[in-house]
């Protein structure tokens, strides 16, 4: 009897509040050895969500479809004309708030003899407002710019209006790739075409949309 009241005595210790009170310790000292799991993998979420995929994406997207270049030789080149004006801003959209006229995407590819797209090439732009005025104390749709990594550039204006002295829609340009020398010539519409520098023009609800690719030596 005595005996079996000491077993007793034991299995109420080993089950006493005392003992219980243990397990919430050692599950305790687990909690902030897990906590700062769950809170570090969350700032790396947040670091990753705020580089490299984020930044690439909108250039990817805001550039339009653009078909695989085909080459036919190099682009003429083409007068220069009394109006460039040097260092000018690094923009692709020559638009300005309050700015006439229609509005033009100009896109395409700056390739090599070879067809290759070239990166980082140079290309410079000026022609005149849509009543065909050019700014030459200023920078009102002047600006140059580089191609991306794929060799594409895109312009962001307005369509050139024409001037007395030079009744033919034009925008001028100047294109250099890395080492190479600069090709100066002008881009022409369809409604009065220059060979090998008439742009391919579309038209939709939010404006032009021109198409060329410069071949450059
Ligand atoms: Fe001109």
Known sequence: MKRILTLALLILTACSPAASETAPAVAASLVPTMAPTPNS???????????????????????????????????????????????????????????????????????????????????????ADAIGEYDNAGYILRGHQFTDSQGRYQLETIMPGLYSSRPIRHIHVKVQPPGGSILTTQLYFPEQPIEGLTLELTQSESGYQGVFNFVVR
């Open 41 to 127: 993998t969350a700032a790396v979420q947040v670091e990753s969500a705020t580089s490299t995929p984020v930044a690439a994406q909108p250039t990817a997207d805001s550039f339009p479809a653009l078909a695989a270049p085909a080459c036919t030789g190099f682009t003429p080149e083409n007068q220069e004309g009394p109006y460039y004006t040097a260092n000018t801003p690094e923009r692709n959209s020559l638009i300005e708030e309050g700015m006439q006229g229609d509005r033009l995407t100009v896109i395409g590819y700056v390739l090599d003899v070879n067809c290759q797209p070239i990166a980082n090439a140079w290309l410079d732009f000026w022609q």
